[in-house]
């Protein structure tokens, strides 16, 4: 698969995504331009040979690789080009100019939210459309993305899928019941949406519920104790990606314990490394781990000062700890490396507040190639 390290989650306007790409090229080019002249340097040296710089077809592969690592959000779409922050007009049928963008650019995949469901055979048709024009341009299929976990969040209507309790109610029942509940509603999930053309559910929601005044994580938790948190967890992950649609278990390294809610700030977790560990990475080490790893992992918008404490300078120029999303200690050294994940790295939606308040588009985006996602 082109998806060999990270796919990152990227809201975008049509006018804006071309300039994305653009400021990620020159700064992905000028590192392979910078090695490239080292290398030949070094060559000319000993050959007197004349260094040569890299070709159309060079520029072009990046080009495509960049594309195959975002994951586009259509949720609105204004064809007289309102810029994104007004635009209000949902996007049910896709127009040929964004299908010239995903199939121009190389994207690797869309995210659908309520707003771009209307009713089954609309939905149907928007995701047979974009795959077909994606296998007529001679390019991959994409990967078509819900946030379905049940419970509170719920993209498909409930004529469509019902929402189910959500995971602290699953998480109830776990005494008397075990991972039941996870197992079929997981499956009934995974069932309903993979003929729908949706082959990517960004679920289950793995923090475990630490703070219970947490606005953002609190009913989206299976428990407070790690442990049922995981077990839980990898039913749900096996349950529905044996139906065919790929997991991402979230939001890594966990989001449970915080006060602040990431889409409008940038939360910081203060466990130290061994309470975090035991407890927020524990689910994510035994589900990584299982028989049935997840598809993908999802990193969180959070400050984790005993994970990674180094600062960098955000757009304001003051000094930041750096968040899980742009941290390599957190996602290459320690998801990678130490838990041994091997699939794939998505961040949360880099529009979110925790990211833009502090950084650029260009700036997060490109950060978060540098980080391995």
């Known amino acids: 698969m082109l998806f060999q390290q990270v796919i990152c989650k990227k809201r975008a306007s049509l006018m804006g995504l071309s300039a994305i790409l653009s400021g990620i090229l020159i700064l992905l080019s000028a590192s392979l331009f910078t090695a490239s002249a080292t290398a030949q340097s070094e060559s000319a040296n000993a050959s007197n040979n004349p260094k040569p710089s890299a070709d159309a077809e060079t520029i072009r592969a990046v080009k495509n690789m960049l594309g195959q690592k975002i994951i586009l959000d259509f949720r609105y779409f204004c064809e007289d080009n309102t810029p994104s922050s007004r635009c209000r007009t949902p996007m049910t049928v896709i127009p040929p100019s964004l299908l010239n963008v995903l199939s121009t650019h190389n994207i690797g995949g869309v995210i659908l939210f309520s707003e771009n469901i209307q009713n089954t055979e609309q939905l149907i048709t928007l995701n047979y459309t974009m795959q077909q024009h994606m296998v007529k341009a001679g390019r991959q299929p994409l990967f078509i993305a819900v946030d379905q976990e049940g419970g509170r969040v719920a993209r498909l209507p409930s004529d469509m899928l019902s929402p189910f309790a959500g995971n602290m109610a699953i998480g109830a029942t776990f005494h008397q019941r075990g991972s039941a509940f996870a197992q079929s509603v997981a499956s009934h999930i995974g069932q309903t949406l993979l003929p729908l053309g949706i082959n990517t559910n960004f679920a289950p929601s793995v923090d475990v519920n630490s703070e219970p005044k947490n606005p953002v994580i609190n009913v989206r938790s299976f428990s407070e104790n790690p442990e049922q948190v995981a077990a839980l ?101 320690l998801l990678r490396n130490q838990l041994g994940y091997q699939g794939l790295i998505v961040t949360d939606a880099l529009d979110m507040a925790g990211i833009t308040q502090f950084f650029s588009h260009e700036e997060a985006l490109v950060s978060a190639f540098q980080r391995r996602c």
Not at 267 to 279: D, F, L
Not at 317 to 331: D, E
């Open 233 to 333: 967890g990898q039913t749900f992950v096996s349950a529905m990606q044996s139906t065919g649609v790929m997991s991402a278990i979230k939001h890594f390294p966990g989001h449970g314990d915080t006060h602040v809610d990431s889409h409008s700030g940038l939360p910081q977790v203060t466990h130290s490394k061994a309470q975090a560990m035991a407890g927020d990475i524990l689910p994510f080490a035994n589900i990584i781990n299982s028989a049935t790893p997840p598809a993908m992992v999802m990193s969180a918008h959070i400050q984790y000062p005993s994970l990674d404490d180094t600062t960098i300078i955000d757009k304001h120029g003051k000094s930041q700890i750096v968040p899980a999303t742009l941290s390599k200690k957190i996602l290459s050294n």
